[in-house]
Structure formats: C-alpha cells, structure tokens
C-alpha cells in the first residue's frame, strides 16, 4: 500500500520562527510536491522536484524554500514564518513518466502562525 | 481565468439521487485528466482517471469532451458515504497537475 508520511498533522508557531514540514514517502517516487490549500483557493503548487537535489518552483514559491536531500524525503521551509502562511500544507509524490501521473498525498500539516 | 473551473455547490441530493458535476479546463494541450475526492479534513485520493473514451467504475462514470474542454463526472444511486468534495484535476505538463476548487456534495437521508 502506497504510504506518503508527514512530519505533524497541527503545528502553531509564532511570526518569524523558521519552521520545517517534513514528508516522507515509501513509493520509490521520482516526483513530490508540496502544496497549500485554503478555503476558496484550492490547492495551490509551492515547489516541487524530479529528483534528488533537484527543485522546482510552482506557483507560489515567495516565502518558502525546500529540501531533497534523499529520494523518500522532501522538506517544507518556511524561512520566516508569517500569519498568511497559515494554512493546511500537502506534500505529494508521483511516478516519474511521460504523462502527468496520478499524485498520492499525504494526511496534511495544518499550520498556524500567530 | 481559472486553468481549471468548477462549480463549487454545495449540491444537495437525497440518497439514490443521480448528481453530474462538469469542469472546465482552459489548456487545450492537456493529456491527463482525473477526478479526486476529499474528505472534510483529509487528503485527496483519486476517485478515477478520465479516458478519452469516458469510463465508468461502478456507479461513478467520468467523461472527457476535448473540444469543448470540459469533463464531467456521474454519480448514480447517490449513497451517504458519498458526501465529500470532488476536484477536478488536470494534467498541467512536466508532471505537474492543476486542480481545481472543488464542488462539494451533500447526501442526505
């Protein structure tokens, strides 16, 4: 059974604090992402990467950086935290291949900052 | 413009009901479509793929009309445990995929 794994499921944090969403996946996937979701908005593309050390930025990269250091694990920085990052963080990965490929999530980080 | 539109709802349907939802896409090159659901305060998961073809998984059926950029998906014999919401997911090219807002479905007793 396909697994992705995130660091915490709620995280409160103050104004500045640099903060770190981890996610790990069992999959062997190439590909993994981190999105946002907010009420109205959707879900929203961050950063994502095909490959160890590799990164890519999404749709709205501004505030945030990430992480791969291994193929299983990608992470989520917020360098300083602000209150219009609060929000419910996803981490995904797929199967690397020509078409765009079902994406499997994980359970989600619902961070606030305060 | 949205890449990806949907109607939000919520849609009100008494178990047993039929209930369509339609989404458009705006980018003419995409190749995958999906819908997924998500639970109130889960991840989403993905229901079915979208064949050019249309297919069908039981009760739900999901269809792809290219010309007219727009997929739509069929929920019969409508259950309780069907309440979620359902995005609309397009393949966005270099393995990235667009999702829509999601239309919220109720089923009610």
């Known amino acids: 059974d396909v697994k992705v794994t995130q660091s915490s499921r709620y995280l409160v944090k103050r104004t500045g604090e640099k903060v770190f969403l981890e996610c790990v996946q069992d999959m062997d996937h190439e590909n993994m992402f981190w999105y946002r979701q907010d009420p109205g908005l959707g879900l929203r593309l961050i950063y994502f990467s095909y490959d160890v050390k590799m990164k890519e930025k999404g749709d709205i990269p501004e505030g945030y950086s990430v992480s791969r250091e291994k193929k299983e694990r990608f992470s989520l920085i917020l360098e300083s935290a602000s209150t219009n990052q609060t929000s419910m963080y996803l981490c995904?990965?797929?199967?690397?291949?020509?078409?765009?490929?079902?994406?499997?999530f994980g359970p989600g980080t619902r961070l606030t900052v305060l | 413009r949205k890449e990806v539109e949907q109607d939000p709802g919520p849609f009100n349907v008494p178990e047993g009901a039929t209930v369509a939802f339609n989404c458009t896409y705006s980018?003419?090159?995409?190749?995958?479509f999906f819908w997924y659901r998500q639970d109130c305060r889960k991840e989403p998961k993905l229901l079915m793929s979208?064949?050019?073809s249309g297919n069908e998984d039981g009760r739900f059926t999901a269809q792809l009309n290219r010309a007219s950029q727009y997929i739509s998906l069929l929920i019969r014999d409508s259950k309780l445990s069907d309440s979620a919401t359902y995005l609309c997911?397009?393949?966005?090219?270099?393995?990235?995929?667009?999702f829509g807002t999601g239309t919220r479905l109720l089923v009610s007793p």
């Open positions: 997911v397009v393949g966005g090219g270099f393995q990235k995929l667009v």
């Open positions: 995904a990965s797929s199967i690397a291949g020509e078409r765009d490929n079902e994406q499997f």
């Open positions: 980018n003419s090159a995409s190749q995958s």
């Open positions: 979208v064949y050019s």
